[in-house]
């Protein structure tokens, strides 16, 4: 069973910076797609960014993109999620999850392990 423990998350002002970083337990962390997600209280979860197994391939919600970019070294066993010129629409707990992906649709990237979240939150 895949572990995963994100961090990074904090207050930060409308237009900042955040680099959120998610550590895995699991050896086989390169044989993942990668995803982060994120769920606003009494909203649903909704997708954020999700990556292939190699970082070759991304894909971004449309509310995301050009600001946020996710990446991962498998060497480290981690995924990252960088945040920039953020809102405080961005608000939320962010998780990341490991799962798979069929090639060419990580638009639906299918989470099967879950971190615990970690809270960002985006002063006006």
């Known amino acids: 069973q895949v572990q995963l423990v994100e961090s990074g998350g904090e207050l930060v002002q409308a237009g900042g910076s955040l680099r959120l970083s998610c550590a895995a337990s699991e050896r086989t962390f390169s044989t993942y797609a990668m995803g982060w997600f994120r769920r606003v209280p009494g909203k649903e979860r909704e997708r954020v960014a999700s990556i292939s197994r190699s970082g070759g391939s991304t894909y971004y919600a449309d509310f995301v993109k050009g600001r946020f970019t996710i990446s991962r070294d498998n060497a480290k066993n981690t995924v990252y999620l960088q945040m920039n010129s953020l809102k405080p629409e961005d608000t939320a707990v962010y998780y990341c999850?490991?799962?798979?992906?069929?090639?060419?649709?990580?638009?639906?990237?299918?989470?099967?392990?879950w971190g615990q979240g970690t809270q960002v939150t985006v002063s006006s």
């Open positions: 999850a490991a799962g798979t992906a069929i090639p060419g649709l990580l638009g639906q990237f299918t989470p099967g392990y």
